[in-house]
T-cell receptor, first 115, second 113 residues
């Protein structure tokens, strides 16, 4: 089992809904990531938090809003999504952002369907 | 710019036969290379990494990978495939100064009983 926990596992939401995805890790990692993955495609980076501060935003639409309340938690707030936003959303963590020799530890993801 | 290529979308191999999943990379500076496996409806699981040192890296579940600097390759291998190895495999590279991973397009491995 993964040491990065994501909730919920599945989420169905309408285009006018507001929902949040949650991610938690207790490995003491100081870098946390949000990825979006379409079926049989590689993960696409959305956001990176380093020491609880947003360090990378890959030009993600504002309908996705990340939040890092503390070093163990990462949220992704969703509002006014489009059907094309349906995907598997993966959270990951790594011990430190730099140096680059640490692997990412992934959660099992939230399967999001926007109707 | 950093990039990773996985030239095969699909690899089929008979159970008990050796398997190879190919990966080539392009990176400025020293590469940090990783292999991940993804089972259906699961996240990516780390298999192994190359940072420096011995060109043959051993990882989880009997997998190993060979780093070849002259060919800029990092192929994943296993001497004897299991049906349970059937999954999606991703090669990734990370540069030494940044905190971004660059993933290949993935290779779907099917092990035929």
């Amino acid at each position: 089992d993964t040491e990065v926990t994501q909730t919920p596992k599945h989420l169905v939401m309408g285009m006018t809904n507001k929902k949040s995805l949650k991610c938690e890790q207790h490995m003491g990692h100081r870098a946390m990531y949000w990825y979006k993955q379409k079926a049989k495609k590689p993960p696409e980076l959305m956001f990176v938090y380093s020491y609880e501060k947003l360090s990378i935003n890959e030009s993600v639409p504002s309908r996705f809003s990340p939040e890092c309340p503390n070093s163990s938690l990462l949220n992704l707030h969703l509002h006014a999504l489009q059907p094309e936003d349906s995907a598997l959303y993966l959270c990951a963590s790594s011990p430190t952002p730099i140096p680059g020799n640490s692997p990412l530890h992934f959660g099992n993801g939230t399967r999001l369907t926007v109707t | 710019a950093q990039s990773v290529a996985q030239p095969e979308d699909q690899v089929n191999v008979a159970e008990g036969n050796p398997l190879t999943v190919k990966c080539t990379y392009s990176v400025s500076g020293n590469p940090y290379l990783f292999w991940y496996v993804q089972y259906p409806n699961r996240g990516l699981q780390f298999l192994l990494k190359y940072i420096t040192g011995d060109n043959l890296v051993k990882g989880s579940y009997g997998f190993e990978a060979e780093f070849n600097k002259s060919q800029t390759s990092f192929h994943l291998k296993k001497p004897s495939a299991l049906v349970s190895d059937s999954a999606l495999y991703f090669c990734a590279v990370r540069d030494g100064t940044g905190n971004q991973f660059y993933f290949g397009t993935g290779t779907s491995l099917t092990v035929i009983p």
